[in-house]
């Protein structure tokens, strides 16, 4: 045995006949890579979390690409999910690509600042982080740093197939995907969307779409809503486009209804209602529908 090897092996035998213990490895996902990325145009640093598919090793083969916000949830989610029915159900693989929150933020600071479209008309909203006032309404900006930067180094690092790339979003994550969907619909071509936060800002994003039907005559874009069916105003309240009183099932209805009134001829929406969903447990379930509502089938 070599005198390192020897040394670390007489340590580890001592520290166990003392009682001393050492600390658990901790646990990593296969095939999966972190890499940091500099948003400069925001001067802020992000990372990219990157799942490969199990095959990725074997051939040529480019890949359909999952882009996910709030990935310090939902990477892992979305990474699992889309393993999964690519065994058992027959879908095809996918890149999953995590966008995390920006380095020295917290997630609360972070995706309120970059998902949301404006700063609140109305708020009273407090800072999380201390020394700090809540930052809003950049979302326009972190979608440009997606599509300049983050679509570069996916296309240069890995075999992704950026003519099929699918957005993926929930709550103040669905809004950056319409604000995305309402302004460049093409940057994605498939867009799963959960819970929308339609009350936000007394509800800019009806405006929105408003304004973007009075000016175009098509909205070339796959989108995928979904929805927990307890996402309501409970009963005796009056339904308002405010946090407190936002009955975000009707509003998400609403919000597809005046989508689809105007015969887009590029535009195809699927709504689902997951009846025993509620806010904070449906984004598995639309994730894996709004999967299956875009990804081929051998099956």
């Avoid at 027959?90 to 479209?117: H, K, M, N, Q």
């Avoid at 800072?127 to 300049?148: L, N, T």
């Avoid at 309501?232 to 975000?248: V, Y």
């Avoid at 099932?249 to 989508?259: H, P, R, S, V, Y």
Wanted: glycine letters at 8%; proline letters at 5%; aromatic letters at 12%.
């Amino acid at each position: 045995m070599k005198p390192v090897a020897l040394l670390l092996a007489l340590c580890c035998l001592f520290n166990t006949a003392h009682g001393a213990t050492v600390a658990p490895a901790a646990y990593a996902l296969p095939n999966t890579e972190v890499r940091d990325i500099r948003a400069q145009a925001l001067q802020r640093d992000y990372q990219l979390f990157v799942a490969l598919p199990d095959s990725y090793r074997e051939g040529s083969k480019r890949y359909p690409v999952v882009f996910v916000v709030d990935a310090d949830y939902s990477f892992a989610v979305v990474r699992n999910i889309a393993q999964r029915l690519a065994k058992h159900a027959g879908l095809e693989e996918v890149i999953v690509v995590g966008l995390s929150y920006a380095r020295g933020d917290s997630g609360v600071y972070s995706r309120r600042r970059d998902y949301t479209p404006t700063t609140p008309r109305k708020h009273d909203y407090r800072s999380d982080m201390p020394g700090r006032q809540p930052a809003f309404g950049e979302a326009a900006g972190y979608a440009k740093f997606i599509s300049s930067v983050v679509f570069p180094v996916i296309a240069s690092q890995y075999r992704a197939n950026m003519g099929r790339k699918i957005f993926v979003g929930h709550s103040y994550g669905s809004l950056l995907g319409l604000q995305i969907m309402l302004t460049e619909p093409r940057t994605f071509e498939h867009y799963i969307l959960g819970s929308p936060s339609l009350w936000y800002d007394a509800g800019i994003m009806f405006e929105r779409e408003q304004a973007y039907a009075s000016t175009h005559k098509d909205l070339p874009a796959s989108v995928f809503f979904g929805i927990g069916g307890l996402e309501r105003l409970p009963a005796g309240k009056k339904r308002s486009r405010s946090e407190e009183n936002a009955d975000m099932l009707a509003d998400l209805k609403e919000f597809n209804q005046k989508l689809t009134a105007h015969k887009f001829p590029g535009l195809s929406t699927r709504l689902r209602v997951f009846d025993d969903e509620d806010h904070a447990s449906v984004f598995p379930m639309v994730l894996t529908h709004g999967l299956r509502a875009y990804l081929k089938s051998s099956r």
